[in-house]
């Protein structure tokens, strides 16, 4: 399985006992989706863009896709660039969801 495979993929809802993927899960599938950084419980990717519209355009769509998925990131946004970062806060760690969200973003980065 790679990135178009998870970007293909519809999140599900975690709630009523699903575990967070523990360290192995997590590694395996964060080899699947190019640049992003596993920081404790979180995944992150900073993209940069030529200005302020190019970053605010790609903010849009990831809030876009974001309501689509029922899968919410936190964005830290600057002039040119935005730090995205995924966690499943309802499991307290990291879930399928995040790696099916961050390859979706990918794929809008690509645009």
Same mark, same amino acid.
């Given at each position: 399985?790679?990135?178009?495979d998870?970007?293909?993929?519809k999140?599900?809802?975690?709630?009523?006992?699903?575990?967070?993927?523990?360290?192995?899960?997590?590694?395996?599938?964060?080899?699947?989706?190019?640049g992003?950084?596993?920081?404790? @419980?979180?995944?992150?990717?900073?993209y940069?863009?030529? &200005?302020?519209?190019q970053?605010? !355009?790609? /903010?849009? #769509?990831?809030?876009?896709?974001?309501h689509?998925?029922?899968h919410?990131?936190?964005?830290n946004?600057?002039?040119?660039?935005c730090r995205?970062d995924? @966690?499943?806060?309802?499991?307290?760690g990291?879930?399928? &969801?995040?790696?099916?969200c961050? !390859?979706? /973003?990918? #794929?809008?980065?690509?645009?």
């Open positions: 399985m790679g990135a178009a998870l970007a293909r993929k999140c599900k809802p975690c709630e009523g006992g699903v575990a967070p993927l523990n360290d192995s899960e997590a590694a395996m599938l964060l080899g699947q989706i190019k992003w950084q596993l920081n404790g @419980a979180v995944i992150s990717k900073t940069e863009f030529a &200005n302020y519209y970053t605010m !355009a790609f /903010v849009n #769509a990831v809030a876009w896709l974001a689509r998925e029922d919410h990131p936190d964005m946004v600057g002039y040119n660039r995205v995924y @966690a499943t806060h309802a499991i307290g990291l879930s399928e &969801n995040d790696f099916i961050a !390859a979706k /973003v990918d #794929a809008l980065f690509e645009l």
